[in-house]
């Protein structure tokens, strides 16, 4: 059971350049999440998905986009990198609403250079 | 704009001392999570509360929920060097949000 993966693991970009970063989840979880962390911020919510074909948007939604038509798969697209966008990414399900908890894949570190 | 706060930031003890993180809002939690994150990995669910003035404890880990829900506190006795990590306390608000927003986390390192 392998519970969230992401890929890659780690990414170096130049700004302007896109890419997607992958999560996928075999736990059957109804809710999806893109986390990004930075030092001393804690982890910041990009976006997040109460099922397929539902995304909404977090705290720091701005260049990235996601997309969610299976209940396995959440990818996380940035349109034009930038500098600012360097972070550890983290994707993460939960069964539902409420108490639940969140179940974290080991995330992406990600360099624009 | 931070909505949930913890304190402190960086914490460096001794094995077998005893320590306390906090986690503070101006708003009202309808639950609050604690995680624990170790490095090159995601944070793992450490417990959630959901009552005000609920304790709950894991082992050598106390957790509290503020009577008025908007704080939360972990206290953890006779600390040992695999407690070393980030500890982050989340917290989901309650109406038709399904957003959990995590606070700025705390750093614990415990030396030998």
């Known amino acids: 059971n392998a519970g969230v993966t992401q890929t890659p693991k780690f990414q170096v970009l130049k700004t302007g350049q896109s890419m997607t970063l992958q999560c996928a989840q075999d736990?059957?979880?109804?809710?999806m999440s893109w986390y990004r962390q930075d030092p001393g911020m804690g982890l910041r919510l990009i976006h997040y998905s109460v099922g397929a074909g539902i995304t909404d948007q977090g705290e720091v939604p701005n260049g990235y986009n996601v997309s969610r038509s299976t209940t396995e798969d959440f990818p996380l697209r940035l349109l034009s990198a930038a500098p600012s966008q360097t972070s550890v990414y983290f994707c993460?399900?939960?069964?539902?609403?409420?108490?639940?908890?969140?179940?974290f894949g080991s995330g992406t570190r990600l360099t624009v250079v | 704009t931070q909505l949930l706060e913890q304190s402190p930031q960086f914490l460096s003890i001794q094995e077998g001392e005893n320590l306390t993180v906090y986690c503070n809002s101006s708003s009202v939690f309808s639950s609050l999570q604690w995680y624990r994150q170790e490095p090159g990995e995601g944070p793992v669910l450490l417990v959630t509360v959901v009552t005000g003035g609920e304790v709950k404890k894991l082992k050598r880990l106390t957790f509290q929920f503020g009577d008025a829900r908007k704080d939360s506190s972990l206290h953890i006795t006779a600390a040992q060097p695999g407690d070393t990590g980030l500890y982050l306390c989340a917290g989901r608000y309650g109406g038709a949000t399904n957003k959990l927003i995590f606070g700025t986390g705390t750093l614990l390192a415990v030396q030998p």
């Open positions: 993460a399900a939960r069964r539902g609403a409420g108490i639940y908890g969140y179940t």
């Open positions: 736990m059957n979880h109804e809710y």
